[in-house]
């Protein structure tokens, strides 16, 4: 079955870039929304954005102006860069698969499969 | 974007009880709406999407119902494995976006 890991440095300065690899095994790469998520430490969940097979992009508007997604279809693997973090960017950061069902004459979104999670800190 | 709001924000129940979370939109979604569970150290794992339906594999004593602003999961036999953090999300619009989480708790 189709499963995803992420991978990534645990520790980042702020002021630095953070940069985070997903990759998908038991699977193709080659369709869905490919989605990040994160977490605060003791908080909830927030959609950072998702990349499309076809490369296309959707970003939360909160974060887009710091946010990057890439592809990258040879290895499977599709990436986030969140430039200029800062402490408030520390959290465990997911990344999972937006899965789309048609059920009648109406088309729904689900975030059916999720990595573990990789937890990243922001500090000096 | 769409709030969500879920109440109670945390649970005490027992085994056997039957349990009830709310959640609100901020506008009406129909019924784009999906509820997951998280365990502690783990990934959130999806329960029911489309508002009322369920993922493959989960028990059906999980029942999620509503519509348009105000839906519901409710668990109806708690079981110790049931004890966990669950969130709504509307996949209505983007951005996605959750609710803030109803943790429930063993009484």
């Known amino acids: 079955q189709v499963q995803l890991q992420e991978s990534g440095p645990g520790l980042v300065k702020p002021s630095e870039t953070l940069s985070l690899t997903c990759t998908v095994s038991g699977g193709s790469i080659d369709t869905y929304y490919w989605t990040w998520i994160r977490q605060p430490p003791g908080k909830g969940l927030e959609w950072i954005g998702y990349i499309f097979h076809t490369g296309s992009t959707n970003y939360n508007p909160s974060l887009k102006s710091r946010v990057t997604m890439s592809l990258d279809t040879s290895n499977n693997q599709f990436s986030l860069k969140l430039s200029s973090v800062t402490a408030a960017d520390t959290a465990v950061y997911y990344c999972?698969?937006?899965?789309?069902?048609?059920?009648?004459?109406?088309?729904?979104?689900?975030?059916?499969?999720w990595g573990q999670g990789t937890m990243v800190t922001v500090s000096s | 974007d769409i709030q969500m709001t879920q109440s109670p924000s945390s649970l005490s129940a027992s085994v056997g009880d039957r349990v009830t979370v709310t959640c609100r939109a901020s506008q009406s979604i129909s019924n784009y709406l999906d509820w997951y569970q998280q365990k502690p150290g783990k990934a959130p794992k999806l329960l029911i999407y489309?508002?009322?339906r369920l993922q493959v594999g989960v028990p059906s004593r999980f029942r999620g119902s509503g519509s348009g602003t105000d839906f519901t999961l409710t668990i109806t036999t708690l079981q110790p494995e049931d004890f966990a953090t669950y969130y709504c999300?509307?996949?209505?619009?983007?951005?996605?976006?959750f609710g803030q989480g109803t943790k429930l708790e063993i009484k």
């Open positions: 999972a698969r937006e899965l789309n069902l048609r059920l009648g004459e109406f088309s729904f979104a689900t975030f059916d499969i």
């Open positions: 489309a508002t009322s």
């Open positions: 999300q509307q996949s209505y619009s983007t951005p996605r976006t």
